[in-house]
């Protein structure tokens, strides 16, 4: 079946335009045919007017103020051609309305003001036949007062899609980030065992063939990992497309990898198996910490761990968490050759540094004072709001 969009169909601003200009150049014909004394008020001056007043409408969207004034000076030309009468706000409904839409509120409200303001005066200070009377006067104003709110309320409605379009975009931009943090962290992560695996496998093989086959194992079962992380990662992304496409719902994901300190221990055992030494100490009480706090202590143990295995050189690392004071402070350090005087910050340090201050935390990293490089965090229990 041929994919059906659900995106709504948007009508071209320019149709809009056209369809607004003849109905408001067709209304004030209609009014002046109407008229009763028709044959010696309304010539075709009066529908030249007419057309002009629809013809105004067309550039509201470039010009609104220039529209909004030319269109009240054509209602006084109007009368003082002495045309079938037509109303004063009747004329300028479409230029105030434009005016209000395109975010010119006070010109719109100064136009109708004048409007209604020479209507009165017209009416009161005119012969008995023009007196103004009570429903000429709410006529008027209720004419502005509609056609200002309209425009007001579309260009509110308007504003307010757009606000809703980029909050979600800002939403879409940070779950992206959240994405790219989290694979680059259980992606390098298990790369790294992978590749000391690997060695080991390669120096074993033929002289310790049991150690070579625990070796591979470790490497098969972090690719593993990677694979089904990988594939968890895809499933989520593609479900809002496919729900959106009307397909099929996508499978459901596989239960997903731990992503909180429950699974720190577990980290610590794959590490241990490249022949890293990994001590760790948690003092976290159970449900004391946000699903998103426990997910990032994890990441950022995760990441820790990747660059001792990767870049420290390290033999030994000690992990710990506990909760003191009302904040959770992790700290990982390794005893390996640390970062030096210069240390060039990689995207896993930095995408460390922006979780934790994306909860309200911080994180920072230095050389330990007798070797060795320590990452520390400081993070809420709970989030804020």
């Given at each position: 079946?041929?994919?059906?969009?659900?995106?709504?169909?948007?009508?071209?601003?320019?149709?809009?335009?056209?369809?607004?200009a003849i109905?408001?150049?067709?209304?004030?014909?209609?009014?002046?045919?109407?008229?009763?004394?028709?044959?010696?008020?309304?010539?075709?001056?009066?529908?030249?007017?007419?057309?002009g007043?629809?013809?105004?409408?067309l550039?509201?969207?470039?010009?609104?103020r220039?529209?909004?004034v030319?269109?009240?000076?054509?209602?006084?030309?109007?009368?003082?051609?002495?045309?079938?009468?037509?109303?004063?706000a009747?004329?300028?409904?479409?230029a105030?309305?434009?005016?209000?839409e395109?975010?010119?509120?006070?010109?719109?409200?100064g136009?109708?003001?004048v409007?209604?303001?020479?209507?009165?005066?017209?009416?009161v200070?005119?012969?008995a036949?023009?007196?103004?009377?009570?429903?000429?006067l709410?006529?008027?104003?209720?004419?502005?007062?509609?056609?200002?709110?309209?425009?007001?309320?579309?260009r509110l409605?308007?504003?307010?899609?757009?606000?809703?379009?980029?909050?979600?975009?800002?939403?879409?931009?940070?779950e992206?980030?959240?994405?790219?943090?989290?694979?680059?962290?259980?992606?390098?992560?298990?790369?790294?065992?992978?590749?000391?695996?690997?060695?080991?496998?390669?120096?074993?093989?033929?002289?310790?063939?049991?150690?070579?086959?625990?070796?591979?194992?470790?490497?098969?079962?972090?690719?593993?990992?990677?694979?089904?992380?990988?594939?968890?990662?895809?499933?989520?992304?593609?479900?809002?497309?496919d729900?959106?496409?009307?397909?099929?719902?996508?499978?459901?994901?596989?239960?997903?990898?731990?992503?909180s300190?429950?699974?720190?221990?577990?980290?610590?055992?794959?590490?241990?198996?490249?022949?890293?030494?990994?001590?760790?100490?948690?003092?976290?009480?159970?449900?004391?910490?946000?699903?998103?706090?426990?997910?990032?202590?994890?990441?950022?143990?995760?990441?820790?761990?990747?660059?001792?295995?990767?870049?420290a050189?390290?033999?030994?690392?000690?992990?710990?968490?506990?909760?003191?004071?009302g904040?959770?402070?992790?700290?990982?350090?390794?005893d390996?050759?640390?970062?030096?005087?210069?240390?060039v910050?990689?995207?896993?340090?930095?995408?460390?540094?922006?979780?934790?201050?994306?909860?309200?935390?911080?994180?920072?990293?230095?050389?330990a004072?007798?070797?060795?490089?320590?990452?520390?965090?400081?993070?809420?229990?709970?989030?804020?709001?």
């Amino acid at each position: 079946m041929p994919e059906q969009s659900e995106v709504p169909y948007a009508v071209d601003p320019r149709v809009t335009d056209v369809a607004l200009a003849i109905a408001m150049a067709l209304v004030v014909a209609v009014v002046i045919a109407a008229d009763p004394d028709a044959t010696r008020h309304a010539g075709p001056g009066a529908y030249l007017f007419a057309a002009g007043f629809g013809a105004l409408v067309l550039l509201r969207r470039r010009l609104p103020r220039a529209v909004l004034v030319v269109t009240v000076l054509a209602v006084f030309a109007y009368y003082t051609f002495q045309f079938a009468p037509i109303g004063m706000a009747l004329p300028a409904i479409a230029a105030l309305y434009s005016a209000a839409e395109m975010g010119r509120t006070g010109w719109a409200v100064g136009g109708g003001a004048v409007l209604v303001a020479v209507a009165t005066y017209y009416r009161v200070t005119g012969t008995a036949e023009e007196y103004l009377t009570p429903y000429d006067l709410v006529t008027n104003l209720a004419l502005v007062a509609a056609a200002i709110a309209l425009g007001v309320a579309v260009r509110l409605s308007r504003e307010a899609r757009a606000h809703q379009a980029h909050a979600a975009e800002q939403r879409l931009q940070a779950e992206r980030l959240r994405i790219a943090r989290d694979l680059h962290d259980v992606v390098g992560h298990n790369l790294s065992v992978i590749a000391l695996h690997s060695g080991v496998a390669a120096e074993a093989l033929g002289r310790d063939d049991d150690a070579a086959r625990g070796a591979l194992e470790h490497v098969r079962q972090a690719t593993s990992g990677t694979l089904h992380e990988l594939r968890s990662t895809v499933r989520v992304l593609r479900r809002p497309l496919d729900a959106a496409d009307g397909g099929p719902p996508a499978a459901g994901p596989a239960a997903p990898a731990p992503t909180s300190l429950a699974g720190i221990d577990a980290l610590a055992d794959s590490a241990r198996a490249t022949g890293l030494a990994v001590d760790v100490t948690l003092d976290v009480p159970d449900g004391a910490l946000d699903g998103a706090i426990d997910a990032a202590a994890y990441r950022i143990v995760q990441e820790s761990l990747t660059n001792a295995l990767r870049h420290a050189a390290a033999s030994h690392v000690t992990v710990s968490a506990r909760v003191a004071g009302g904040r959770l402070a992790v700290r990982v350090s390794d005893d390996g050759r640390g970062a030096g005087p210069a240390p060039v910050p990689g995207s896993g340090i930095s995408g460390m540094r922006e979780r934790a201050a994306l909860l309200g935390g911080t994180l920072t990293t230095s050389d330990a004072p007798g070797g060795g490089f320590v990452v520390a965090a400081d993070l809420p229990l709970r989030l804020e709001g």
